[in-house]
Each structure stands twice: as C-alpha cells, then as structure tokens.
C-alpha cells in the first residue's frame, strides 16, 4: 500500500507539542494533524519526526454522543485551555482485521489546545470507559 | 529498583519536586498520597500498560491498514440518520 502521507507538506505553525510524548512513544513530541476528505471525519496525527508513527483518531462525539470523561482540572492545566473554541479532543482508533470492527480508546482521550499547539494524551480513571470501544456498533 | 521501608504518615521525596506519602496502611492495601508538577504524570501502573499496549497497537494498524471502507460506512450511517430525523 503506498504511503498516504509519502508527500505530506506543513508548516511550522501546524505543528502540536506533545511534551510528554505519548505512552509508547515517550520520545516523540512533534506531531501535525491531517486528513484525507475521503477519510473523513477520521484524521490523522503524524509524528513530524517519524512518519512512521502515525495514529488515526476521531472526535469521540461522533459515535459516543454521551461521552463525558471525569477528568481532574490538575489533568490538563498544562494545556492553558481559556475556553471551548481552545480545545479539541480527539480518541485514537486501533484498527481491527475486519476493519468494521475497529475500536476507539475511550480511556486515553487526546487534548489538543489548538490555538497554543500542545496536545496531552489523558488517562482518564473512570470505569464507564475502556481501551475498546466499539466505533460501529453491531446492530448498526 | 531503590526500595524504602516507611512507616504511615512518613515521606519520601523524589528529585526536588515529587514527595509520596504513605497516607493509610489498611490490611494488604496502602493508599499513598502523591505530590508532583502539573507536567509529571501519575497513573496506576497497570493502567498506564493497558493505554500503552493500546496506542503501540494502534500505530501498527494505521502504518498497514486501510481505513477508507470505514469511513464510508460512517458517512453513509450518518446520511442515513440525518435523512430518518
């Protein structure tokens, strides 16, 4: 399969700071968000520095109306959010053999304050919520 | 692994910043109290394996796999729902 992001061009200003990087990935901090219309609403985040590691994610909201992690106010205070229009929030898809079947976890909600470029992968201690979460149900 | 004997209410400092406080002893479970800057993260150890193990898995399958067929069908279900409502 060719590489969809062989090509990807960006500029600094897009990049996003994770500085903790993210768990599995501690050591890579620059990543940029990017989407594929046909792909969409799932976007991808790209590491800058290593094309290689790359993750697709969808705003959890799509397919989890009621998602409301309990998440401490110390959690994100590194993110300096002043407001809503600040914050996206973002759940990355692990994709399945049967791709239909892919999950979302639930349980490590990416925040990203769009307007400072720094993005947190949280880990939120609420048991509603798991690692798998089913994107497309099976009645659907 | 450094390993420290402590007794309730005592504390241990790590570098300047980071103190744990041995809070309750309550049969076979200690509840520590941690203090830390915002920028340290403090999780659960097993909770913390499970995020990781999930994004490693989730880097492997973005590098190989081909999400178009999902997305469509997402659209398709969401064209579907605006058209029933």
Not at chain 2, 23 to 47: C, M, Q, W, Y
Not at chain 2, 57 to 82: H, L, P, S
Request: with cysteine; net charge neutral.
């Amino acid at each position: 399969m060719a590489d969809l992001f062989a090509n990807l061009v960006f500029q600094k200003e897009d990049i996003i700071f994770f500085n903790n990087g993210i768990p599995g990935f501690d050591n890579y901090k620059r990543y940029v968000l990017a989407s594929v219309e046909e792909q969409k609403p799932f976007e991808w985040l790209i590491c800058v520095d290593n094309k290689d590691i790359r993750f697709v994610v969808i705003n959890p909201l799509l397919f989890k109306s009621d998602y409301d992690p309990k998440i401490d106010k110390s959690q994100i205070e590194d993110l300096e959010i002043k407001g809503k229009d600040d914050l996206l929030i973002f759940v990355i898809v692990t994709l399945a053999k049967k791709i239909l079947e892919s999950t979302a976890n639930l349980m490590g909600p990416l925040f990203i304050n769009v307007k400072k470029k720094v993005g947190k992968q949280i880990i939120v201690d609420d048991e509603r919520y798991c690692t798998r979460e089913r994107i497309i149900k099976d009645e659907e | 692994m450094l390993v420290l004997t402590r007794r309730l209410g005592e504390v241990i400092r790590i570098g300047d910043d980071i103190t744990i406080t041995i809070v309750e002893l309550d049969g076979r479970n200690v509840k520590l109290g941690i203090t830390a800057p915002k920028f340290v993260s403090v999780h659960r150890e097993e909770v913390y394996q499970r995020i990781q193990e999930e994004n490693k898995a989730a880097a492997q399958g973005a590098k190989t796999k081909d999400i178009n067929q999902i997305a469509t069908f997402f659209k398709d279900k969401n064209k579907d729902n605006k058209q029933k409502s």
